[in-house]
């Protein structure tokens, strides 16, 4: 099969996945031009609540194909930053399933996300320092906001790669699922984050990245979706709420 990101719909949750098995999930330069469209196609998806980045197989992303390094490593690196920035501003939860490597850029999406999930038995490394490369600016930021200064500089400047309870102990994880038990867990949760309220999560995902500038257009939102309402007759009447306001309306 040739490189490629596939997508499919199923049961209100999108699930992307990075196909390159021959390179560990490599992403091509082709494949990180063909993120950010992929994204606001399903940002727009009213069916869409949710959405997982995943790999093909065992490995969820070893980073760049490398050999787009040798062409041009500054274009490869921008496609990379407008991928990844692409990933944090689409305004549904998302939600990293990490098997195998999850390495480089592959970091880079998962980071991205609002969540991740990892399987036991996953590996996880940030190694500019072993090719010479900087780093981007923007990507430090995040993953300091993820893990902290101490632990982004044991990761930036070693190359190194750690296991999947070290990544749950500094936060660069959510959850560490036993092997084999990964599917089942994001399966689990998505559709739990798919019956939740949008207005909530798509406010709380502003709020939570750092935006102060949209507090009275949420109140606004909130006084006219109706959200607030179901959810409290929904407690009430002890049935599953209907909520209706969507990211895409």
């Known amino acids: 099969m040739e490189p490629q990101l596939s997508h499919d719909v199923v049961d209100s949750v999108a699930t992307v996945v990075v196909h390159h098995p021959a390179k560990r999930n490599a992403m091509t330069a082709a494949m990180w031009r063909a993120l950010p469209p992929l994204l606001d196609t399903l940002a ?12 093909a197989g065992g490995t969820f992303c070893a980073g760049a194909d490398i050999s787009t390094l040798r062409q041009s490593p500054e ?13 944090a501003a689409f305004p549904k939860p998302t939600l990293a399933a990490i098997r195998g490597h999850c390495v480089g ?26 090719l010479g490369i900087v780093y981007p600016a923007s990507s430090t930021r995040r993953l300091v906001a993820l893990v902290g200064p101490a632990t982004t500089k044991y990761l930036l400047y070693s190359g190194e790669l750690i296991d999947a ?11 560490v699922a036993a092997a084999g038990e990964l599917g089942k867990r994001v399966a689990e949760f998505t559709r739990i984050l798919a019956s939740r309220s949008q207005l ?30 179901e959810g409290v007759a929904a407690f009430l009447e002890r049935r599953p709420p209907r909520f209706t306001w969507t990211t895409s309306g």
């Open 105 to 130: 850029g592959g970091s880079q999406l998962a980071a991205a996300c609002d969540l991740r999930f990892a399987e036991e038995g996953a590996l996880f490394g940030v190694t500019p320092a072993k």
């Open 165 to 175: 309870q070290r990544a749950l102990r500094t936060g660069l994880v959510d959850e």
């Open 44 to 55: 727009a998806d009213p069916g869409v609540r949710a959405l997982v980045l995943t790999g």
């Open 200 to 229: 909530t999560q798509a406010a709380a995902k502003e709020f939570a990245d750092g935006r102060a500038d949209r507090d009275a257009y949420w109140a606004e939102q909130a006084r006219g979706s109706g959200d607030t309402a």
């Open 75 to 87: 274009e490869a690196q921008g496609l990379a930053v407008l991928a990844e920035e692409a990933l």
